[in-house]
């Protein structure tokens, strides 16, 4: 069993930042890659960024390519999620990923981008 808490979601205006932060109940991230996802009113959820485990590879969708950056420290068993010049776009419910026996999935977090 793997618990995520996902924080750090908010109102912000365009261009601002916010991080976004995943915690993991046991030390998942030192041996499994977990994933950012977020998903917008009556739209599909969608993978925004993924990290290998031990935090080797990262991989981002082609829409925060270059804005956000997803890192994880393994001592705290913590993912996060860096997101910066933040579009209306990217107003959405934010959600953390892993995948141990099964997928596991955080509550999800709100950040609200104002135009």
Not at 6 to 11: N, R
Not at 74 to 92: F, G, H, I, R
Request: proline share 2%; with cysteine; aromatic share 10%.
């Amino acid at each position: 069993q793997v618990q995520l808490v996902e924080s750090g979601g908010g109102l912000v205006q365009a261009g601002g930042s916010l991080r976004l932060s995943c915690a993991a109940s046991r030390s998942i991230f030192s041996t499994n890659a977990m994933g950012w996802y977020r998903q917008a009113p009556g739209k599909q959820r969608e993978l925004v960024a993924i990290i290998t485990s031990g935090g080797g590879s990262t991989g981002y969708a082609d829409s925060v390519k270059g804005r956000f950056t997803i890192s994880g420290d393994s001592a705290k068993n913590t993912v996060y999620l860096q997101m910066t010049s933040l579009k209306p776009e990217d107003t959405a419910r934010y959600y953390c990923h892993v995948r141990y026996s099964r997928d596991y999935w955080g509550q999800g977090t709100q950040v609200t981008v104002s135009s």
